[in-house]
């Protein structure tokens, strides 16, 4: 079956960098594009990026631009998110979450990895 | 960007009722629209896309409709596993994807 799994969250203090892994399994992971989504405490969804199927096509959030990258490595079946000079306004539930042939919806997500910055 | 607003924000309601909720897109998008549900501690699930397409497996309770700015999610008679928040979200490829607010629904 699909599966989905985040690592990667943790504290992390104001400037600093977090890696996100996503594990997936269960599909052809090279056939799809991803993305990931967070989700601050008690707070609604927010997509915070984008890559396409091959990598080819990247797209970010304004908020995480030039300070985030989304990667993929299809021999892995992992995608990844770098997050540089995080903000206390980073926390939140990250997810990642497989696109579907309608680009901009996610038919299955992972259980998300929570990522917290503070002092 | 293109903001997403949904209503009502909280929702009581019984089992057994019909229930409606309301997104708007402050621009045009089509029908480039999608639904979730999302229940405490755990990831959203996929109900609808293109605005009235059910995802495999969602029970035909489920219903959306609308186009351009205005949409629907109606579920035709509410049943205890409904009781969740549920999400709207724009997909037009051209402006970040972004979703509404969500709108809780909660036993009456």
Redesign the interface.
Known sequence: QVQLVESGGGLVKPGGSLRLSCAVSGFTFSNYYMSWIRQAPGKGLEWVSHISASGSTILYADSVKGRFTISRDNAKNSLYLQMNSLRAEDTAVYYCARGTAATGVFDYWGQGTLVTVSS | ?IQMTQSPSTLSASVGDRVTITCRASQNINS?L?W?Q?KPG?????LI??ASTL?SGVPSRFSGSGSGTEFTLTISSLQPDDFAIY?C?????YS???????TKVEIK
């Open positions: 960007d480039w999608a979730y999302q755990k990831a959203p699930n996929l896309y293109k995802h999400y979200q724009h997909y037009d490829f970040p994807w972004t979703f509404g607010q969500g």
